[in-house]
């Protein structure tokens, strides 16, 4: 079975710095998906990021970068330039590659970050 | 031009009743979910349906009944409430089973008394 791994309940980063979010997950399927969203505080979920297994280059949007590892089996999300706006729950997921489950998204715990003036 | 939607956005009911949820996407998708998050933020499926196959996670109880009027809907239906409903319900849509990024409703907070 799929599993994701957020190991930090809890960050705190400053205005405008950089900022790194953990994920590491486990499966033993050659082909997946790894997303990360994000859930401020008004809850809805919102997409950031997106890497496929097969990928070669690690994913980037805006401010956002996947560090992707695939022998250490991490997807950490990169934030640059933190913005106030960004303080809310970080999610990581990746997609069940079972049909039996409708290749629907196995989450992690969750990481809350809060930005600093 | 909101792509995934859902209405309510709070439901409060009472222990017992019937209760319906309405999920609506203008993406054109064929595939939409509906996940339940805890109270401790954690998120689970609990149905996937594409082309008229629905695919239900064993653990959820058969009180729970989704039903799709066309491509475009998918309406959680949830008979006799109890307590443990409470949460958060998420309506998510992508454009195929299997391949894509989902995309996510607003939710409904659900909370039963």
């Known amino acids: 079975a799929q599993k994701i791994t957020q190991t930090q309940p809890g960050m705190f980063v400053q205005e405008k710095e950089a900022v790194t979010l953990d994920c590491t997950y486990d499966?033993?399927?050659?082909?997946?998906?790894l997303f990360w969203y994000k859930q401020p505080s008004s809850g809805e979920m919102i997409f950031l990021i997106y890497?496929?297994?097969?990928?070669?280059q690690n994913a980037t949007e805006g401010r956002y970068s996947l560090n992707f590892q695939k022998a250490r089996k991490s997807a950490n999300l990169v934030i640059s330039a933190s913005q106030l706006g960004d303080s809310a729950m970080y999610f990581c997921?990746?997609?069940?590659?079972?049909?039996?489950?409708?290749?629907?998204?196995?989450f992690g715990k969750g990481t809350s970050l809060l930005v600093t003036p | 031009d909101t792509a995934v939607s859902q209405t309510p956005k709070y439901l409060v009911t009472q222990m017992g009743n019937d209760k319906s949820i309405k999920c609506e996407q203008n993406?054109?998708?064929?595939?939409m979910y509906w996940y339940k998050q805890d109270s401790k933020k954690f998120l689970k499926i609990m149905f996937s349906?594409?082309?008229?196959?629905?695919?239900i996670n064993e653990t959820v109880p058969n009180r729970f009944s989704p039903k799709s009027p066309d491509k475009a809907h998918l309406n959680l239906h949830i008979n006799s409430l109890e307590l443990g409903d409470s949460a958060v319900y998420f309506c998510?849509?992508?454009?195929?089973?299997?391949?894509?990024?989902?995309?996510f409703g607003p939710g409904t907070r659900l909370t039963v008394l």
């Open positions: 998510a849509s992508s454009q195929q089973l299997g391949t894509d990024t989902q995309y």
């Open positions: 499966t033993s399927d050659p082909s997946y998906g």
């Open positions: 890497q496929g297994s097969y990928d070669q």
């Open positions: 997921a990746m997609r069940d590659s079972n049909s039996n489950s409708g290749y629907a998204l196995n």
């Open positions: 993406l054109g998708h064929d595939t």
């Open positions: 349906y594409n082309n008229k196959e629905l695919i």
